[in-house]
């Protein structure tokens, strides 16, 4: 909002707001940050939120870079935390004034599927909930099953990390759980952004004893360190395989956490895992083919997906609040939302790791 | 053994034996019952057993009909259970003697993955052991990683279901534990040979609340029912599939086994599996390639590949000694083995489940 609106709003009624601001995707690298309509109650489930923060996943990198190709402009922005503004009629547990942070997938979270832990894909689901994250509101469609309130409005250096729990922390720690990560284990990390960082982090919370990052980048080798990475391996594909063997007694890990999404990540991730160990696999998958006869000899779980993230948000929330994690770490460039566009060139560029956005 | 053999083996030293006969496949649809050189201890961590039954496997048949090329005439037969003859001199656990049973791969039973219970990726493993078991005798590599002995020898009418234990059965046994059968839920069996159905009698044992068996075939349908199967379904591919879906409340099986091998088949299965369920696919994969981007949103757990029999056997054995399963029942047609032949010719042509073959 410009000053103007800002001090109009002073006198204005309690629930108007200026027209709001946002990112589009207009093709290839072509972020816009511009006026969009106010989002508004259209379900009695829906919430509006006004965004504490915003930011730019990954996964925005695919249809940026033109490799997932868009038809029209595009909202941006499907990872959120913020404050209650408004609630549909029939919203009962989520209230205007609470913080809340929700998943990517609104769902209902009381369908069989949700009640067994797959939000994601709730019988109900709206994928990509809310459209258009990256803006000063967001309308979040199934407010009650999608929210989840933190005990009471937090802390500012708390607000990055509660963030992450919308998705990436959510989706590295899905991915940790999908790998079957355990006290003891050795765990590999395929992929070293963001979502392959929190990996680490998840893993390392729930107790791997060896955590394998595969990276080649000397800012996120760091922050895998300070995340809990024991190993760092630079080598890639059938030499990355090779070396994980190597650490692992000629086995391979446990469990391997696949970050990335192409067919040379996920076979990788198949290769470096032992007989009867797991992967967990949260990078969407784009150009993969898993090859059946390989696949079957060797005896590898796989599981994965997007990320059930609701499942996961009250532990992650409590964790962030009780400061016994700071996933908010992957964040290493701020910008003011208007920005938007230089986040994702950063992060196309590999200059940031994850870009918040500041409404 | 012919008469004149058996005969002249009274006045013969103990450890004499004729030439032995046993089959092989010298090309599509040729298999031949034929002398064969007496197999002999070579390491000494072989066994050399007398076989009680011998059987066709329906993972013969790829061969048997050349869509799995064979190069030169290969010995068959890896189902096998019977009398020990003879142990090599580091054989400590297993005794001329003794009625074993043992898996179709020889595994040393004490490396990290034999002990995490995956024997058949044993990093000592032999593939395919034993050499040849549709024969008179044979020899088992890693004698004692490999054989289970019963309690005492076996009455003759548990020798089937005995022999069973070494693949068939524990191969449907591991299809429902990998597909995570569990009291409750609702389990479907793609694939109605004998590891299907052996797979709807493993997941009637793990307490399956509900079990489809996806078959067109009568005598496979009746003998699903008495296994424990709650419903048929006849059709295949998608109809297949909306028909579990109908049958589940839209959303799919819990559990599914899949025991056939093919891309459609495995296709299926992941299709009629509900988001967070799970596939257990036990047919050697074939033609298969798992497309990655609907396989992701599928939410779906995949295990499998060749059963570790061997962490299943003192289980089996118990179950079948103390006669609370039966799955001797899958072998609807009894040959004497110099007919192993007729065993194929009648699997092939779907008249029989599976030809157990009498020595």
Redesign the interface.
């Known amino acids: 909002m410009d000053l103007v609106h800002s001090a109009m709003s002073v006198s204005l009624p309690k629930n108007w707001r200026s027209t709001m601001h946002g990112t589009m995707l207009y093709g290839p690298r072509d972020v816009r940050f511009e006026e969009r309509p106010d989002p508004k109650i259209i379900e009695p489930t829906d919430a509006i939120i006004k965004l504490s923060a915003a930011c730019v996943c990954g996964s925005d990198l695919w249809p940026y870079r033109g490799i997932d190709v868009i038809k029209q402009p595009v909202p941006m922005g499907h990872e959120y935390c913020g404050i209650v503004e408004e609630v549909g009629s029939a919203v009962r547990n989520i209230k205007p004034g609470q913080f809340v942070v929700g998943s990517f997938f609104a769902s209902d979270n009381t369908c ?2 949700c009640q ?3 939000q ?2 709730c ?1 109900h689901r709206q994928p990509g909930a809310p459209t258009g994250a990256q803006a000063e509101y967001a309308r979040i469609p199934l407010a009650d099953g999608t929210l989840v309130a933190t005990p009471e409005l937090p802390p500012d250096d708390l607000v990055p990390s509660l963030l992450s729990a919308s998705d990436v922390l959510g989706t590295g720690w899905f991915g940790a759980v999908a790998a079957a990560v355990a006290p003891g284990k050795t765990v590999a990390v395929v992929g070293d952004g963001a979502v392959g960082l929190l990996g680490v982090l998840s893993a390392k919370h729930m107790g791997a004893e060896r955590i394998i990052v595969m990276s080649r980048h000397a800012d996120r080798q760091k922050l895998a360190l300070e995340f809990g990475a024991t190993d760092i391996v630079t080598e890639r594909g059938d030499e990355g395989v090779a070396k994980i063997k190597d650490l692992t ?3 391979g890990a446990h469990s391997v956490i696949e970050a990335v ?1 192409t ?1 040379e990540a ?1 076979m990788q991730s198949i290769r470096a895992t ?3 160990g797991h992967v967990g ?1 949260v990078g ?10 390989e ?12 990320a ?1 993230v609701r499942r996961f948000l009250p532990e992650l929330i409590d964790l962030i609040w009780n400061r016994k994690i700071n996933p908010g770490k992957v964040f290493d460039l701020t910008l003011p939302l208007e920005q938007a566009a230089e986040g994702y060139r950063a992060m196309d560029e590999r200059r940031a790791i994850k870009a918040l956005l500041l409404p």
Chains 1, 2 share one sequence.
Request: net charge negative; proline share 10%.
């Open positions: 069989e599927i067994s832990g797959y994601s894909s019988i007694n000629g086995l999404g067919h996920m032992r007989p009867g696999f969407v998958l784009h150009d993969v083919e898993i090859p059946g006869r696949y079957f000899f060797s005896h590898v779980h796989l599981h994965g997906g997007p059930p």
